[in-house]
């Protein structure tokens, strides 16, 4: 009750914490000095929040869920026809479902395909059979109730797709699909960044760990971690030129660290690591996408700089080019530790330079000097000897500019504009 409840009048109760046993009857009984006696009765009803027979039903239903529920998703495995799994590369292996209630106790022969090849065969009283060089495996014992699942182990991009499993029995056969997506990280740069880490954090005990980049069908090595040492006067003669002296591994794991990254870069990486006995104990594919440099500048502008950093120290004999994609002359040449000018494109003579160090301190940015609207376009810069390489790309874009004009000069000694698009 309220504390000024005799000089308000309010007499009201209030009652927490109410049950369904509180229902019922309550009386208020008020006596006055004088002796005068009132009496009011409140009559309260407290409802259930759910009849019992609900409340005993939705646990009769909870119960009925928890047993049926994974019978049917089991059963259900052997209804459909197309599956649809997705793993992250890097796992050990993924299980492609084929299971089926028709042929439970007898079948002669189980082929699973990618696409049109032939992937992995069983046989009864046959050893199972592996192709295309496809690490898989099929257990024997659940398949005589109807699961022929395919084990695949190290699964990469390439095995993402349409797969089959072909059960032959007495001249009839049964097929189910799989959709495979296998999904690869993803790591973005931007222009300029020092280095990347493609990860790879797994504790497999290894002999041998290659990273590797895609290159069409075949791949370039990129590094070799092999008895214990990565260092660069290690690394084997095949390694791609692109990435000498530009690439070590991360102690405790199989991280990559790439220095300088540029758009030539920009690729699929697969990391192998291999056993004492030389089998494939795990894969693991990074995506590496560094974007383009672009520049821009304004016309009147005293000179501007297409940057390019790399690693340091290179030998005597490397020959640098600047290129603008447009054009058969090169835009700059360094060759046998000078600038060689004579074979530089007529529209930039005396336009550019390069620091005199850029041997020692890898710097071999390209300063431009009173860039012209006629200079925009995609520059390439190359470095290069027998044994290493370094690229990169930078797109020189005029501020603000509502059209290109690009002179197109082929074999032409002539500086003036040919092609002017407003």
Known sequence: MMTDALETGDLSLTLTQLKVSDSGTYTCSITSVRGEHRVTDVQLQVKEWFPSWVTALLVVISVVLIVVVPVVIHFYQYIISVYHVDVESGVQSVQLPCKTMRY???????????????????????????????????????M????????????????????????????????????????????????????????????????????????????????????????????????????????????????????????????????????????????????????????????????????????ENLPDDVVVEWRREDLNHPVHIYLDGSEQLDQQDPGYEGRTEMKADLLTSGDFSLTLKEPKVQDEGTYVCEVFNTNIRRRKTVKLQVKGGRGLHRRTRRDSADPTPLLNLV
């Not at 980049?213 to 006067?233: A, C, I, L, M, Y």
């Not at 530009?246 to 699929?268: A, C, G, I, V, Y």
């Open 104 to 142: 439970l106790t007898r079948f002669n022969k189980v082929e699973w395909y990618q696409y049109t090849n032939i992937v992995h065969t069983y046989e009864v009283d046959s050893e199972p059979t592996g192709h295309h060089h496809i690490q898989t495996e099929m257990k024997v014992t659940p």
């Open 144 to 311: 005589r109730w109807g699961n022929f699942s395919l084990t695949l182990k190290n699964p990469t991009e390439d095995n993402s797709g349409s797969w089959t499993c072909s059960v032959y029995r007495d001249g009839e056969m049964l097929e189910k699909k799989v959709h495979l997506q296998v999904k690869v990280p993803k790591v973005k740069v931007a222009p300029g960044q020092e280095s990347v880490l493609l990860l790879f954090r797994t504790t497999v005990p290894s002999a041998v760990v290659v990273w590797s980049r895609k290159n069409g069908d075949k791949s370039d090595k990129v590094h070799v971690f092999h008895n214990g040492s990565d260092q660069p006067e290690d690394q084997p003669e095949d390694q791609f030129w692109l990435y000498r002296s530009r690439t070590e591994m991360t102690q405790n794991d199989f991280s990559l660290t790439l220095k300088h990254p540029t758009d030539f870069d920009s690729e699929t990486f697969m990391c192998t690591v291999y056993g004492e006995d030389g089998n494939i104990l795990r894969k693991k594919e990074v995506r590496l996408n560094v974007e383009v440099c672009k520049v821009k500048f304004a016309e009147g502008e005293e000179s501007v700089l297409l940057p390019f950093r790399t690693t």
